[in-house]
């Protein structure tokens, strides 16, 4: 392993590589402390120092965008935009006809695929930095805390600010997707998933300092060990397969034979990622986002249904919460595998090229095979990454540690999934050059 790694740092190409993408790594996380015009930096510090725990509406962009959300910085949105942005164009396919054929046209296609998610970026962009400024503005951005700071983020209300602070954080989302791009073609690859990696893994020393201040050092070590457990369970599942064979009849052209082979199929058990867990959050914040603006005014009570909102959906302590996370991840598990993997269109290809999976017939046959098989690998995935995400509520209620906490829900799902794919990367690019690569 340290031989491998010593030939990366002697090999210029991949030394030139690596070096590009932290230097484009550490200009991200810059501009995440670097505050938006007309930004109160020591009020948003105040109130950053005074409210340590997240709030759960904000949760998962806060993460995301690795605490610049907070913060108000030029790069507050992070890479989400682009997140939300990709799954649409993604989810589009099965609604647009137009974006499956572009999709099936090839690198054309796809091409034109991306521009439009570029496009639908910059639009989400404009749409969330205003209602970040707008939630600033009202004094809601740190609802737990009431010091007069947390009121006073911005400095300037007249429409030039506001406009010129969505156009700053706005040209930041685009900023940070050109960077991504960047890494991409000129880096190890995967740009946009290593800036999210960064994101998250910029938020692991504060959640657990926090632990340690809060709870005793001894339950820091245990959290420690607990979490190198649930690292090495997630890479275990991350890395399961079920491979159904597929051989390919031989054929012969002219003088030549070709086919015979075999192969097989990779079926994950989690298939889907860590968009399920993000469905499952986004759509759980719909009501107390809706709750959040219909707070009553000084003096009234509130409305029934809002307090029912404050009390079971907000704060993720509550069995029903945690019932209902659980179960809307099973369900986008198995909701985002049926349009993303296609058995019928699977069992055209295989026959339109001769093979054929052992003891089942090509067409149909196969079609239905892959979706009996498809639909009992994806139930413990499903459960799988119910559990994963339910680590942060849970350690939530035991220890205190607020719902950013780092070994469980999407951010393990992503530092493990991100790590491994880079460490394939770069092994690849090692084995170009020698024959033994990082892993053996």
Same mark, same amino acid.
Request: with cysteine; charged share 10%; net charge positive.
């Given at each position: ?40 930096f020591?009020?948003?510090?105040e ?12 949760e ?35 609604v ?7 999709y ?39 609802p ?9 983020? $911005? ?27 960047? +890494? ?37 070590? $245990? ?17 399961s ?26 079926? =994950?058990?989690?298939m889907?990622?860590?968009?399920p ?61 049926? $349009? ?10 295989m026959? =339109? ?6 003891? +089942? ?28 995400a339910? $680590? ?26 991100v ?22």
């Amino acid at each position: 392993m340290f031989k491998a790694i010593g030939r990366i740092f002697r090999t210029p190409d991949l030394r030139r590589k690596i070096a590009f993408t932290l230097g484009i790594v550490a200009l991200f996380r810059l501009g995440s402390f670097i505050p938006a015009p007309f930004v109160d930096f020591s009020n948003v510090q105040e109130c950053l120092a005074q409210n340590q725990g997240t709030s759960g509406l904000y949760e998962l962009v806060n993460l995301f965008s690795g605490g610049a959300l907070l913060q108000l910085s030029i790069f507050a949105l992070g890479i989400m935009p682009y997140i939300t942005a990709s799954i649409i164009t993604q989810l589009l396919r099965v609604v647009i006809p137009h974006f499956e054929t572009l999709y099936k046209e090839g690198q054309a296609g796809q091409a034109k695929l991306t521009q439009y998610t570029r496009y639908l970026t910059i639009a989400l962009g404009v749409l969330q930095s205003t209602t970040l400024i707008t939630v600033a503005r009202s004094g809601a951005l740190f609802p737990q805390n009431s010091s007069p700071a947390c009121t006073a983020l $911005i400095t300037n209300d007249a429409w030039y600010a506001i406009l010129l602070m969505v156009i700053t954080m706005t040209a930041g989302t685009g900023l940070i997707m050109w960077l991504g791009e960047l +890494i991409t073609e000129r880096g190890v690859g995967n740009g946009m998933s290593l800036l999210i990696f960064t994101s998250i893994a910029a938020t692991f020393p504060t959640s657990l300092w926090s632990i340690a201040q809060s709870q005793s050092f001894e339950i820091f070590l $245990i959290v420690i060990a607990i979490g190198l457990l649930i690292v090495a369970a997630v890479v275990f599942v991350e890395q399961s397969q079920r491979r159904i064979p597929v051989q390919y009849a031989k054929r012969m052209v002219g003088r030549r034979t070709y086919g015979g082979n075999n192969t097989y199929i990779p079926i =994950k058990v989690n298939m889907a990622g860590v968009v399920p867990v993000i469905f499952a959050s986004s759509l759980l914040y719909l009501p107390a986002l809706v709750a959040q603006f219909n707070q009553p005014a000084a003096g009234e009570e509130p409305q029934p249904w809002v307090t029912w909102i404050n009390n079971y959906l907000v704060q993720g302590d509550h069995p029903l919460y945690m019932a209902l996370y659980f179960l809307l991840i099973v369900g986008f598990t198995y909701f985002y595998v049926a $349009i993303t993997f296609n058995p019928e269109e699977v069992a055209d290809n295989m026959k =339109k090229y001769g093979g054929f999976i052992p003891g +089942i017939r090509a067409g149909r046959p196969t079609a239905e095979y892959l979706d009996y098989v498809l639909t009992r690998v994806t139930l413990p995935g499903s459960i799988y990454l119910g559990l994963i995400a339910l $680590i942060p509520l849970i350690a939530f209620v035991w220890i205190g540690a607020n719902q950013n906490f780092p070994f469980g829900g999407a951010s393990i799902l992503i530092i493990v999934g991100v790590g491994l794919e880079t460490v394939k990367q770069i092994d690849s690019q090692l084995q170009q050059r020698h024959y033994e690569g990082l892993l053996r």
